[in-house]
């Protein structure tokens, strides 16, 4: 397992008011730099440190170069009782995929069902976030967005699909809910960043190098290489990972009138999205399927906890290793860190003293520890 | 590659003509028979011969053991504006998607989205049937079901889940609709057993042993071992491969009712389902999306055409072999085996002709070739 070895741990309120500021900062108004905040640390609290503060700066990039409008109208320009189509107006999509959820989750109650794709979209975090939302509710979220192209398709040397992720969450009764929360390709970006920072090989099938051809270097992606779709190789079905992140660019870009492909806008600001652009922005795609729409909640908790009750007893290949119900992790995660703190590497304290810097935003904290 | 040589090709309106006789034999009226063989030997045209009349002895040992009912009342027990729960009565899985998508399709038409959750069902054959029936309809289809324990969840040694496929289907315009329809597996069971019939190695990533290693024995499965879930290792995703399992088993068995994990009836009769079951025979849930209820459909064929024209044209690692948009060489098979005719394998010809035998069908047209 490739890890990097976290510096420090920091106070979650201290993080929370740094991050709250730079929205701010950037013209966020009060209840959207708080929502923005919590998306952001949601990622921190569950472990997924790639999609936390560590992005924070990023955002901030995007809007210096007018491509993020902090003081967006999100507009329904499509409904039906069941579904519509927001145009974020370029909003964050940490906050464009809430209101987005909000809107599926009302649908639902009104009509068993709620769908929304959303057009003119930035990066929206991690999809859990947004799906759990929903599964609050007594309800069966999904939630998925396209991303800047970094994945090749079989048989392709070209990076034509985001990391395109999807992520189903399912309230349970005496477990913390089911979340699928995963990237369409074998390995998200993130792991090959810290491979990158650590300057480690990583395991064959993760990469590809600009010619197609399957690599060991973390470096390859910046090099003109691809990462490969979940299956690794044809034979081991990464025609299906593929397949799986067309559904999610489908959806999210096709769909909803947003950009698709290569067209998806990067998420690093110093790059430039293509032009002429096949839509608007980047685009999401979320859901909620009322639980009682199908069959009594209660009944449908019993049996949920029942299902994780089986996987968790299944018999185990090496007796130390327990079988890992989707989620769990993550959820173990947050209620660590909601007491211990939030640990950050050294090259993310040293990116939010920078930023803190450059807005006068004060950075005292992070040298408290 | 592993692929069987086909023996002899057939005339597809004997073939139609054979299995609609089995199905009346056993009890379907003339509309379900028609639409029963219709189901399967669209699995056949594909080149899904796993799914084909390959399985129609299968269905008819089901029905010799009471355990699928061949004059079903299909019955909605849940419903609400965009879902419905049907009790599919033990019909034939080929009977009740089909019927479970034209409810999810008018409900559609209603309010913009339908979804259908199934219970007391039985094996439904392919899902880009179902899901096609959507796509017609210019509606976006999801077809999912559970199926016969054969895949071990990553760390485990038991087999808990089935290969449970997923299949979406989008309507597109100057090309055939875009069809992912895929084992949630590495490998489907379909491929392994050629594997067994010409006692070839597998490659090492596709079946666990039953002490859980990784073994290129294709008679593993059959002695105590198990199909891997997508991604084949935890290093290569295969965590990602059960959640998306999971979320098959969860859609189609926890929420409609029907059994999930290891309680899904196994489709070979000589298996007995545990008991007491945890719900009613086996589940699936279809969807239909209509693509107006988020975007004019002329704009939408438009992108969906763009799309497939981009990935088409994107950079070969190797000039000989093309990018395959999903669903591009089942429907050229489809339209290869609409003139040539369907070619069966010496296994399945024996095994239909010994089922006419013993139902007094005749099987001359078997013969002639």
């Known amino acids: ?24 900062k950037i013209g966020c108004n009060t209840d959207d730099a ?23 700066s990023g955002y901030v990039r995007l809007w210096q170069k007018n491509r993020i409008n902090t003081q967006p109208f999100l507009k329904i320009i499509h409904e039906t009782p069941s579904t519509a189509t927001l145009d974020a107006d370029s ?37 859990s976030y947004h799906a759990l939302l929903a599964s609050e509710q007594n309800m069966i ?29 399912f309230p349970a009764g005496k477990y913390p809910p089911i979340v699928i929360d995963m990237a369409t390709s074998t390995a998200a970006n993130g792991k090959l960043e810290i491979a990158q920072r650590l300057n480690k090989p990583i395991p064959l099938g993760w990469v590809q190098d600009k010619m197609g051809q399957v690599t060991a ?84 908790i019993c049996h949920i906890d029942q299902w994780i009750d089986r996987f968790k007893s299944a018999k185990r290949i090496d007796s130390e290793q327990a079988i890992i119900i989707p989620g769990e992790p993550e959820f173990a995660c947050e209620t660590e860190r909601n ?3 939030i640990p950050l590497v050294e090259a993310v304290i040293v990116d939010l003293k920078k ?13 408290l520890y």
């Not at 809430?98 to 069902?113: D, E, L, R």
């Not at 979220?141 to 985001?162: C, D, K, M, Q, Y």
């Not at 930023?355 to 040298?367: A, K, M, P, Q, R």
């Open 34 to 56: 708080q929502l923005a905040t919590s998306v952001l640390l949601k990622a921190d609290l569950r472990g997924i440190d790639s999609h936390g503060l560590a992005r924070l």
């Open 355 to 367: 930023l803190g810097e450059e807005l006068g935003i004060s950075t005292d904290f992070l040298c």
């Open 1 to 24: 397992m490739i890890t990097d070895s976290p510096v420090s741990y920091f106070k979650f309120s201290d993080l929370k008011s740094f991050a709250e500021q730079v929205f701010l």
């Open 217 to 300: 270097d973390a470096h390859a992606l910046k090099n003109g290489g691809a990462l490969l779709p979940l299956g690794s190789s044809r034979e081991m079905g990464s025609h299906k990972g593929f397949g799986l992140s067309a559904v999610v660019d489908l959806l999210s870009g096709v769909l909803s009138g947003a950009n698709y492909g290569p067209w998806v806008p990067p998420f690093v600001a110093f790059l430039d999205p293509l032009t002429p652009p096949v839509g608007d922005g980047i685009g999401h795609f979320v859901g909620a399927l009322r639980v009682d729409a199908f069959r009594p909640m209660e009944e449908f």
């Open 141 to 169: 979220g999904f939630a998925i967005t396209n991303a800047s192209p970094l994945v090749a398709p079989t048989f392709s040397a070209e990076r034509l699909l985001g990391t395109n992720p999807l992520c189903w969450a």
């Open 339 to 341: 007491s211990t703190g």
């Open 91 to 127: 909003a964050l999509g940490l906050i464009s995929a809430p209101h987005a959820m909000k809107i599926a989750i009302k649908k639902a109650n009104n009509c068993g069902s709620g769908w929304v794709a959303v057009k003119n979209s930035n990066h929206f975090g991690i999809g």
